[in-house]
């Protein structure tokens, strides 16, 4: 039918251009929302962000590969294979195909990463420890998510905010649990560790790679 329904509401045109201009929307009491816009965006071809699409590729390929030799119940996987897998994928769609308007929704990526290290943080036999890990990954995604949707105006606090704790996981933890570790553990062992350092790894690359949109 060419007639519109008297019901039907017009066709947003400010809310279609938004679209292509920015990010993602949802339609609420008539209004057009915009979710994760964001002032950055991330060039491909800068070898920052290939780094870190590499990264992020490896990671997702190394945990597939040791949980397949590994298994596990649903909800492990769910947890430790699934959410890095969802991470990885936004990452990589927002990064190669979507860098220029959707950089925002690599808050997606952060917060599985978050969920994956919360649940994680809840194994740990000391309360404490528990608590602090979980307020320092809550820190994370607070800060890399209004830095990226442009709350906080410089990306500065980022470099820090995932190069510090890869450092101390390379030369403080993992010098301890795995590199001198006695009885030696094997290196099936050292892959998951392996994933998360690719994780920090790409997300301090991707920091690098962020550059502000021309207004």
């Not at 809840?122 to 404490?128: E, G, H, K, W």
């Not at 607070?142 to 890869?166: A, D, E, H």
């Amino acid at each position: 039918m060419k007639n519109r329904s008297k019901n039907q509401m017009p066709f947003d045109n400010s809310c279609h251009s938004a679209y292509n201009a920015d990010s993602l929307f949802f339609r609420k009491g008539g209004l057009c929302v915009n979710l994760f816009q964001s002032p950055y965006r991330i060039d491909r071809r800068r070898l920052a962000a290939r780094f870190a699409v590499l990264l992020m590729a490896l990671c997702a390929l190394i945990r597939c590969y040791y949980f397949a030799r590994t298994g596990g119940s649903v909800g492990y996987l769910s947890v430790h294979l699934g959410l890095p897998l969802i991470a990885a994928a936004v990452f990589l769609w927002v990064v190669l195909r979507r860098g220029e308007t959707h950089t925002g929704c690599t808050v997606i990526s952060v917060l599985c990463g978050v969920i994956f290290f919360i649940v994680k943080a809840l194994s740990f036999p000391s309360r404490l420890h528990t608590i602090l890990c979980i307020l320092l990954y809550l820190t994370v995604l607070s800060l890399y998510s209004l830095t990226v949707l442009g709350c906080i105006p410089t990306k500065k606090l980022l470099y820090p905010l995932f190069g510090l704790p890869l450092l101390y996981h390379i030369f403080v933890e993992d010098t301890q649990l795995y590199i001198f570790a006695d009885p030696p553990v094997p290196f099936l062992e050292w892959l998951p560790e392996i994933s998360v350092l690719m994780i920090m790894a790409a997300l301090l690359s991707i920091s690098v790679a962020l550059e502000k949109r021309d207004r």
